[in-house]
């Protein structure tokens, strides 16, 4: 069965930082498209990360510098490593996949989706 289930997501101070993971089953990571979105209060989801099959990674301009994707291979997770954080970094933090055509920071690309976990920033 194919999962996604995040964890990691912690209320944090501004300027801190926190690593959220994706445990992945039924899959193995670098064999497909994977991504993380987060979604702010009252607001749209938005990619913020992808990585490819052959480790190319993209950031979203909007917080490009601030956060890394990465996974392990051995222990079949994504990682989205979060630094400097800011207020406007509370959302909705969500591991995306997909094994179509096209891998890059567009919400229509993925259709596995993992359940959340939730980051909060305070000033």
């Known amino acids: 069965q194919l999962q996604l289930v995040e964890s990691g997501g912690d209320s944090a101070q501004a300027g801190g930082s926190l690593r959220l993971s994706c445990e992945v089953s039924?899959?193995?990571?670098?064999?497909?498209?994977m991504a993380w979105f987060r979604q702010p209060p009252g607001k749209q989801r938005e990619a913020v990360a992808y990585i490819d099959t052959t480790g190319a990674t993209g950031i979203a301009k909007s917080v490009k510098g601030r956060y890394t994707i990465s996974e392990d291979t051995v222990k079949n997770t994504l990682y989205l490593q979060i630094t400097s954080l800011k207020p406007e970094d509370t959302a909705m933090y969500y591991c995306a996949a997909t094994r179509g055509p096209i891998c890059g920071l567009g919400r229509a690309y993925f259709n596995l989706w993992g359940q959340g976990t939730q980051v909060t920033v305070s000033s």
């Open positions: 039924g899959f193995s990571v670098g064999t497909i498209c």
